[in-house]
């Protein structure tokens, strides 16, 4: 079973840049969509982005559209969530999940889950 691992999160101020990492740690993402998600204190997990294992495909959330980019580099069995302009409200537990075939914005629809990273914008 394929396990993904999330690194990358911090504190930044307003304005500035994170980029996320999610790596299988074994096997192949080969033929999998990548999905990210967050959760801040509560409120419910939200989606933020997804990208398809050619990474020919991307959706966002309209709170970070024009933002956020993803990208994946299937050599490395990694992919990027690159988070610009980051605003407070960015302010989460961001995680990486993956499912096999096409891309979904529907948390329940992905198999495998990083462990999350959290990530911080303040002042």
């Known amino acids: 079973q394929v396990q993904l691992v999330e690194s990358g999160g911090g504190l930044v101020q307003p304005g500035g840049s994170l980029r996320l990492s999610c790596s299988a740690s074994?096997?192949?993402?080969?033929?999998?969509?990548i999905g990210w998600f967050r959760q801040a204190p509560g409120k419910e997990r939200e989606f933020v982005a997804t990208i398809s294992w050619s990474g020919g495909i991307t959706t966002y959330a309209d709170s970070v559209k024009g933002r956020f980019t993803c990208s994946r580099d299937n050599a490395k069995n990694t992919n990027y969530l690159q988070m610009n302009s980051l605003k407070p409200e960015d302010t989460a537990v961001y995680y990486c999940?993956?499912?096999?075939?096409?891309?979904?914005?529907?948390?329940?629809?992905?198999?495998?889950w990083g462990q999350g990273t959290q990530v911080t914008v303040s002042s």
């Open positions: 999940a993956g499912k096999w075939g096409g891309t979904s914005v529907t948390s329940g629809s992905y198999n495998f």
């Open positions: 074994d096997g192949s993402l080969d033929y999998y969509s």
